[in-house]
């Protein structure tokens, strides 16, 4: 819990990060790099030395799920994240979902993750924890579900409950205690592209999805530092990305960056029609079958899922509890700070259930 207070916590340097072992490695589990602590002696650990030799205890291990990002395990902001985890002592793995770098909600989602936890317990011996960022909460939670065996304990950070909800948020739309904003001018592409099935025909799909992915490229954050999202540079990057497009993909993409249009009101139109190829994003039916303690962390702050996300998931798993803290966004640490003697202590038993609940997955 020390060290984990020590680089997550309000007075951290969100620019320094632990000196642990990052190695890459290409396992039955596509693409899956392990964080490990640095030995106090001998060569540096590589996939073919891990896990460790017959006689050897396997330490607690950490199943590190990422949300979409075109980095995946390599944005630094969740480098960051696990290298901490890790230098708690416990093996962290991070799979490559590969959709996910698509910005791409699929079930090939599940069976790589899948496939890492598969890894992961046969490599510690026995169940691991499991940790999610953002969407990837349904793939923690169709884990948790279908191999109760493999999983010790979950902690879901910034997931859903209701996708519709949560995509319908991310556009801006008013939902229960938030009004109607334009929250995160970055999200709309990043939408919209999981609903271009429904919004495009076939043949245009492609190109819509290569130039989100390329303006994600361009403007989405890399720092746990929060940016100014409002002042008009996604603009122009999406006016640059639209000159490239033609067509339907071309006009989709300018209501997808705002340039004109509302991107709210085109979802909408089609999530009704979207809703049966969508099911298998639903973490309805899994919900009652997880019988591993779920923590369902989230920050008040975050501008692309509500935090009374998490609550309802809390409300709806047999053996789970929320945990809201204003110290941290979507994306890392929170705008601003904390106003107030009676707000900061609420702040601080908060951040307090978040540690315990991180330090609770290097655990065995």
């Given at each position: 819990?020390?060290?984990?207070?020590?680089?997550?916590?309000?007075?951290?340097?969100?620019?320094?990060?632990?000196?642990?072992?990052?190695?890459p490695?290409?396992?039955?589990?596509?693409?899956?790099?392990?964080?490990?602590?640095?030995p106090?002696?001998?060569?540096?650990?590589?996939?073919?030395?891990?896990?460790?030799?017959?006689?050897?205890?396997?330490?607690?291990?950490?199943?590190?799920?990422?949300?979409?990002h075109?980095?995946?395990p390599?944005?630094?902001?969740?480098?960051?994240?696990?290298a901490?985890?890790?230098?708690?002592?416990?093996?962290?793995?991070?799979p490559?979902?590969?959709?996910?770098?698509?910005?791409?909600?699929?079930?090939?989602?599940?069976?790589?993750?899948?496939?890492?936890?598969?890894?992961?317990?046969?490599?510690?011996?026995?169940?691991?924890?499991?940790?999610?960022?953002?969407?990837?909460?349904?793939?923690?939670?169709?884990?948790?579900?279908?191999?109760?065996?493999?999983?010790?304990?979950?902690?879901?950070?910034?997931?859903?409950?209701?996708?519709?909800?949560?995509?319908?948020?991310?556009?801006?739309?008013?939902?229960?205690?938030?009004?109607?904003?334009?929250?995160?001018?970055l999200?709309?592409?990043?939408?919209?592209?999981?609903?271009?099935?429904?919004?495009?025909?076939?043949?245009?799909?492609?190109?819509?999805?290569?130039?989100?992915?390329?303006?994600?490229?361009?403007?989405?954050?890399?720092?746990?530092?929060?940016?100014?999202?409002?002042?008009?540079?996604?603009?122009?990057?999406?006016?640059?990305?639209?000159?490239?497009?033609?067509?339907?993909?071309?006009?989709?993409?300018?209501?997808?960056?705002?340039?004109?249009?509302?991107?709210?009101?085109?979802?909408?139109?089609?999530?009704?029609?979207?809703?049966?190829?969508?099911?298998?994003?639903?973490?309805?039916?899994?919900?009652?079958?997880?019988?591993a303690?779920?923590?369902?962390?989230?920050?008040?702050?975050?501008?692309?899922?509500?935090?009374?996300?998490?609550?309802?998931?809390?409300?709806?798993?047999?053996?789970?509890?929320?945990v809201?803290t204003?110290?941290?966004?979507?994306?890392?640490?929170?705008?601003?700070s904390?106003?107030?003697?009676?707000?900061?202590?609420?702040?601080?038993?908060?951040?307090?259930?978040?540690?315990?609940?991180?330090?609770?997955?290097?655990?065995?």
């Open positions: 819990m020390l060290t984990i207070l020590r680089w997550l916590g309000p007075w951290a340097d969100a620019s320094a990060m632990p000196r642990v072992r990052a190695v490695g290409h396992t039955p589990v596509r693409h899956v790099r392990l964080w490990q602590e640095p106090a002696s001998g060569p540096a650990p590589t996939v073919a030395s891990w896990p460790p030799r017959r006689g050897q205890a396997p330490k607690p291990t950490i199943l590190l799920l990422p949300g979409m075109f980095l995946g390599d944005d630094p902001r969740f480098r960051r994240f696990a901490v985890l890790a230098a708690t002592g416990a093996e962290v793995i991070a490559y979902l590969h959709d996910f770098l698509g910005l791409q909600l699929t079930p090939r989602l599940f069976e790589e993750a899948r496939a890492a936890l598969h890894f992961a317990s046969e490599a510690a011996a026995g169940p691991v924890s499991v940790m999610s960022i953002s969407f990837g909460s349904i793939a923690a939670l169709h884990l948790a579900a279908t191999c109760p065996e493999r999983v010790s304990r979950v902690v879901v950070f910034g997931g859903y409950r209701n996708l519709q909800g949560a995509f319908r948020f991310a556009l801006g739309a008013a939902t229960a205690g938030f009004p109607a904003e334009v929250r995160d001018p999200n709309g592409p990043a939408v919209l592209t999981n609903l271009a099935d429904e919004l495009l025909s076939e043949g245009e799909r492609a190109a819509f999805r290569a130039a989100t992915l390329a303006f994600s490229r361009r403007t989405w954050s890399r720092s746990a530092i929060p940016e100014n999202k409002r002042d008009g540079r996604h603009l122009k990057v999406g006016a640059e990305i639209a000159e490239t497009l033609s067509g339907e993909a071309r006009a989709l993409f300018r209501v997808a960056c705002r340039l004109e249009g509302d991107p709210l009101a085109l979802a909408d139109q089609v999530f009704a029609s979207a809703r049966a190829r969508t099911a298998f994003l639903d973490p309805s039916p899994l919900l009652s079958r997880v019988k303690p779920v923590t369902c962390a989230h920050g008040r702050d975050d501008d692309v899922i509500p935090w009374t996300e998490s609550e309802a998931l809390a409300r709806d798993l047999p053996n789970a509890r929320a809201i204003g110290l941290y966004g979507h994306t890392g640490r929170a705008h601003g904390v106003p107030g003697v009676g707000a900061i202590a609420g702040e601080l038993r908060a951040l307090g259930r978040v540690v315990s609940a991180l330090a609770d997955l290097g655990r065995r």
